[in-house]
Nanobody
Framework: QVQLVESGGGLVQPGGSLRLSCAVS????????MGWYRQAPGNQRELVAE???????NYADSVQGRFTISKDNAKNTVYLQMNGLKPEDTAVYYC?????????????WGQGTQVTVSS
């Protein structure tokens, strides 16, 4: 089974920075896209950022210009650099990988890491 393990969350003051990491137990080449999602209490899980196989990226409007997604294929790791953090960014952040399998799309998820932005 493919495992995704997030790390790097924590408590930070508004305006601060964090870098999340997602370590994948298999080559990330198996995914045609990888991304970060987040879910705050009472909210739906939402896409934060994604990077496709061809390195194209997409960001939620709320994080555009503040967050950067990147990947290191050699380390099978995806990162989310978060700068200028706001209290509204508080959520559990999940790593996601999308793969085609037997003609259909399969989603893989990490366990999540808590990010809390508070003064």
């Amino acid at each position: 089974q493919v495992q995704l393990v997030e790390s790097g969350g924590g408590l930070v003051q508004p305006g601060g920075s964090l870098r999340l990491s997602c370590a994948v137990s298999r080559s990330i080449f198996i995914f045609y896209a990888m991304g970060w999602y987040r879910q705050a209490p009472g909210n739906q899980r939402e896409l934060v950022a994604e990077v496709w196989f061809g390195r194209n990226t997409n960001y939620a409007d709320s994080v555009q210009g503040r967050f950067t997604i990147s990947k290191d294929n050699a380390k099978n790791t995806v990162y989310l650099q978060m700068n200028g953090l706001k209290p509204e960014d508080t959520a559990v952040y999940y790593c996601n990988g999308k793969s085609t399998e037997l003609g259909s799309t399969r989603d893989y998820w990490g366990q999540g890491t808590q990010v809390t932005v508070s003064s």
